[in-house]
Nanobody, 124 residues
């Protein structure tokens, strides 16, 4: 599967953005889809994940209640709705995918497919 992320930009603290990640390839609904982010000088970190059927979701603690991951299998797209953004959310956001029905965890090395990243900048 090939992934292409979009939707990043500059937003003020407290604002919202919605990221999209369009996928090409077969059997999109058989992939776990995730969002990661990487701030300057920091390691890539897990943000959120969603199962192939969209039922199961996982979030890192720092975004719970503010971010929502969703997917539209008919459009082969995964979304990340980000509300109440904070300056510490500033990072390049990447979508990633892993084939299978089980959540494999938050380590980036466990995901086989990656998009190119989209920059989110939150000003204070």
């Amino acid at each position: 599967v090939q992934l292409q992320a979009s939707g990043g930009g500059l937003v003020q603290a407290g604002g919202s953005l919605r990221l999209s990640c369009a996928a090409s390839g077969r059997s999109f609904n058989r992939y776990y889809l995730c969002w990661f982010r990487q701030a300057p000088g920091k390691e890539r970190e897990f943000v959120a994940a969603i199962s192939g059927d969209g039922i199961m979701t996982y979030y890192t603690n720092s975004v719970k209640g503010r971010f929502t991951i969703s997917r539209d299998n008919a459009k082969t797209t995964v979304y990340l709705q980000m509300n109440k953004l904070k300056p510490e959310d500033t990072a390049v956001y990447y979508c990633a995918a892993n084939y299978g029905s089980d959540y494999v965890g938050p380590r980036p090395s466990l995901y086989d497919y990656w998009g190119q990243g989209t920059l989110v900048t939150v000003s204070s």
